[in-house]
């Protein structure tokens, strides 16, 4: 793996559970690594005890100085927006050209495919050669401009091949894995749903974010596992996060139920109202 490039692992309060570090050693990583921590997780000496020169510490309240977090209650700091845009910084200190984010909670990375048959279904593997994948995502990165470029994530592929995610390719939004440029910054918006706030709120302004649709990140589900956001959402009985989505793009982002077996309300794009269009050149208006 090239060595102007990090997978940041963005953690708090998990030091004996950091899933991501193991399912990268499985799918054979090979480029360096380090997990990010903040100043006032109150676990920071386990971290620093276990994984020693592979922790890097920013300044959550200087960082938190700098961003829009959407809300005035910015007392209670339970958030990863603050860890996300800390590591720009921390990347450019790094000497590195590319980094990747990902958060502490993934179980393996996998590739999906359709096998053919009597009724061609949306099938899995495991991925086994990290380094390649990345790299090919690093080189779509510089080549298409965009600000960041994600991995899918399992429930995007609900419906299988009739969902029509997989066959998309690359879809608009971006979320949870993020490969990002040292040298072309951006800011996450909002204290949660910081990813979507972000790449509506910056893709209604023309920005590029994409996600590839053919390879995808197992992660424990969203308000089920110990520590991190869990308690936060728990707390909050998943209120804040959506609807702070709909503070930033009120034009394309509203709330709506989640019909899964954890019922709660989640956002909802409208996409025609959200990012800029390419027109079809048949509509050119003739010169005569």
Not at 107 to 118: E, H, L, N, Q, V
Not at 190 to 215: C, P, R
Not at 236 to 248: A, D, L
Request: aromatic share 12%.
């Amino acid at each position: 793996m090239r060595d102007d490039f990090a997978a940041f692992i963005l953690s708090n309060g998990r030091p004996n559970n950091i899933k991501t570090l193991r399912a990268l050693k499985k799918g054979n990583y090979t480029g360096n690594w380090y997990i990010i921590c903040d100043d006032l997780d109150v676990t920071l000496p386990e971290y620093k005890k276990k994984f020693k020169d592979r922790v890097i510490v920013f300044d959550k309240r200087a960082i938190a100085a700098k961003i829009d977090t959407g809300i005035n209650d910015n007392e209670d700091m339970r958030a990863i927006v603050y860890a996300r845009n800390a590591c720009f910084d921390i990347a450019k200190q790094l000497g590195l050209t590319y980094f990747l984010e990902l958060d502490d909670d993934y179980t393996s990375f996998d590739a999906r495919y359709i096998s053919k048959g009597k009724k061609d279904k949306l099938k899995v593997r495991k991925i086994k050669n990290l380094d390649n994948v990345f790299e090919a995502i690093i080189k779509f990165l510089d080549t298409s401009g965009a600000l960041s470029v994600a991995i899918a994530q399992a429930g995007d592929y609900i419906g299988g091949i009739d969902g029509r995610f997989y066959k998309k390719g690359l879809a608009r939004k971006c979320m949870n894995t993020f490969f990002c440029r040292t040298d072309n910054r951006f800011w996450w918006s909002g204290k949660q749903n910081e990813d979507v706030s972000t790449y509506t709120h910056l893709g209604n302004k023309g920005k590029l974010f994409f996600t590839y649709t053919k390879i995808c990140i197992i992660q424990a589900a969203t308000q089920q596992t110990t520590g991190g956001m869990t308690e936060v959402y728990l707390e909050k009985g998943g209120y804040n996060k959506p609807f702070s989505s709909v503070i930033f793009s009120p034009q394309a982002v509203k709330v709506a139920m989640m019909n899964t077996s954890h019922k709660r309300i989640h956002h909802k794009i409208n996409w025609n109202l959200c990012t800029p269009k390419i027109i079809n050149e048949r509509y050119k208006k003739n010169k005569k």
